[in-house]
Nanobody
């Protein structure tokens, strides 16, 4: 079992920045990749970014060049630095991980609101 806890959401003006954190606990050695999804009201949950244990990263086209995912392996924590935020980035951001045996875990979500 893996537990994920997000922090760092909040309210920011358009053009501003926020940094989200996701701390993993439990069977962290089983994690293959960890990252972020988001869900805006009335929309499906969508992929944002992910980073593997080998530090390979993938980003959604909508956030490329604005968001940066990184990790601190010693602290089992993944970060999402979000710059140049837009009102359309407003959503609940969920931390997600997939283990080597294909199990998936989700955090409880953190709200990000970008005002225009």
């Amino acid at each position: 079992q893996v537990q994920l806890v997000e922090s760092g959401g909040g309210l920011v003006q358009a053009g501003g920045s926020l940094r989200l954190s996701c701390s993993a606990s439990g069977s962290t050695g089983s994690i293959w990749k960890q990252g972020w999804y988001r869900q805006a009201p009335g929309n499906k949950r969508e992929f944002v970014a992910t980073i593997t244990r080998g530090d390979s990263t993938i980003y959604a086209d909508s956030v490329k060049g604005r968001f940066l995912i990184s990790r601190d392996s010693a602290k089992n924590t993944v970060f999402l630095q979000m710059n140049s935020l837009k009102p359309e980035d407003t959503a609940v951001f969920y931390c997600h991980c997939r283990t080597y045996d294909s199990r998936e875990y989700w955090g409880q979500g953190t709200q990000v609101t970008v005002s225009s």
